[in-house]
């Protein structure tokens, strides 16, 4: 069965240096992957997906992933880290083999500290 | 294009209740899918509806139903309401293809006394 795991509840990070939120998915083929982040009292709004092609995704803000497949990663990074990027972060996964539903992490908060 | 549009915003309602929660996905998509989210369970699949069939469902009990309209509109009943049904109701909307993102309204909060 799909899955995905965000290893991490929070992270820390000063305004001005570099971030990243790591996933970690399991998938019986190749995986489709996505990046929302969530406001407080928002919906999700889309930052990126992978779907083939190019491991290096741009998303929207300045964000990117890196599909890695030999680690089943897609570890979503920013060279330099706002205040307003303190969010709610999900990773989430569909199984290309077994595509009946998009599969979401446990959710990773960021906190970008002036 | 306008968004994912979701009514009401806030509802509060007592256990043993039903509530219906609708759902106006972006113009042209087809399928609309459901989550509910709280801060223990995390998002949780509830079912997605493409032109107007049920094409998946989550690991819920069947006090939660849906349905879709013609013009892709959705709706979401929950019967018999629990306290542990409080939570944010989201939908997202998308053409129905497995590749394509899915964009979320902004949700339904419903509380449950």
């Known amino acids: 069965a799909q899955s995905v795991a965000q290893p991490e509840d929070q992270v820390n990070v000063a305004e001005g240096n ?24 928002r919906g999700l709004q889309f930052l990126l997906k ?36 303190s969010a709610l972060y999900f990773c989430a996964v569909r199984d290309p083999v077994n595509t009946d539903k998009l599969i979401f992490g446990t959710g990773t908060r960021l906190q970008v500290f002036p | ?7 009401p915003r806030y509802l ?7 509530v219906t929660l609708s759902c106006s996905p972006i113009s042209g998509h087809r399928s609309v899918s459901w989550y509910q989210q709280t ?9 997605e ?8 469902k989550g690991n819920f009990p069947g006090r939660f139903s849906g349905r879709q309209f013609s013009n892709s509109r959705s709706e979401m009943n929950v019967s018999t309401l629990e306290l542990g049904d409080s939570a944010l109701y989201l939908c997202a909307s998308s053409t129905g293809q497995f590749t394509d993102t899915q964009y979320f309204g902004p949700g339904t909060r419903l509380t449950v006394l």
């Not at chain 1, 990243?20 to 407080?40: A, D, E, I, M, R």
């Not at chain 1, 300045?62 to 990074?77: I, M, P, R, V, W």
């Not at chain 2, 509060?12 to 039903?18: A, D, E, F, M, P």
């Open chain 2, 49 to 56: 509806y493409f032109s107007e069939t049920q094409r998946n």
């Open chain 2, 1 to 7: 294009k306008a968004g994912v549009t979701q009514t």
């Open chain 1, 50 to 85: 992978y779907i083939t092609g190019d491991n290096l995704v741009k998303g929207s803000y300045g964000f990117e992933a890196e599909f890695n497949k030999s680690q089943t990663s897609f570890h979503l990074k920013k060279p330099s880290a706002l205040v307003s990027d």
């Open chain 1, 18 to 41: 570099p971030l990243t939120v790591k996933c970690t998915y399991s998938v019986s083929g190749n995986p489709y992957l996505f990046w929302y982040v969530q406001y407080p009292n």
């Open chain 2, 12 to 18: 509060i309602k007592t256990r043993g209740q039903q």
């Open chain 2, 39 to 47: 801060p223990g369970q995390g998002l949780q699949f509830l079912f």
